[in-house]
């Protein structure tokens, strides 16, 4: 009885830990971004990594297309992988 209680209470502990660390890493977040260089940074910084995105998946999808072939193995796992690439980058661009 006493270890199930034991056990009880780590579990409860662990999980009021893990929301404290969340809650701390949000008001750190939440106080940089009120800051309007950082703010600003980020949201160039965002957009460049979703033009890269897109960027990489549309050359990804192309060479798998062109190069490699869309019946092999590697051009249809290239293609994937450029799709997913190319659907992240245009979620990142499109604002919300």
């Not at 009120?34 to 033009?51: C, D, I, K, P, S």
């Not at 192309?62 to 590697?74: F, I, K, T």
Request: proline share 1%.
């Amino acid at each position: 009885m006493g270890r199930m209680v034991v056990e009880w209470a780590e579990t409860l502990l662990f999980l009021l830990a893990g929301g404290v660390l969340i809650g701390a890493v949000a008001h750190l977040l939440g106080w940089l971004l009120a800051r309007r260089r950082t703010a600003e940074f980020v949201w160039r910084a965002w957009n460049v990594l979703g033009a890269l995105l897109l960027g990489l998946g549309i050359l990804g999808m192309g060479y798998a297309w062109v190069e490699l072939g869309l019946q092999s193995g590697g051009g249809s796992l290239l293609l994937g992988l450029g799709l997913l690439l190319a659907s992240a980058g245009i979620w990142m661009l499109v604002p919300v």
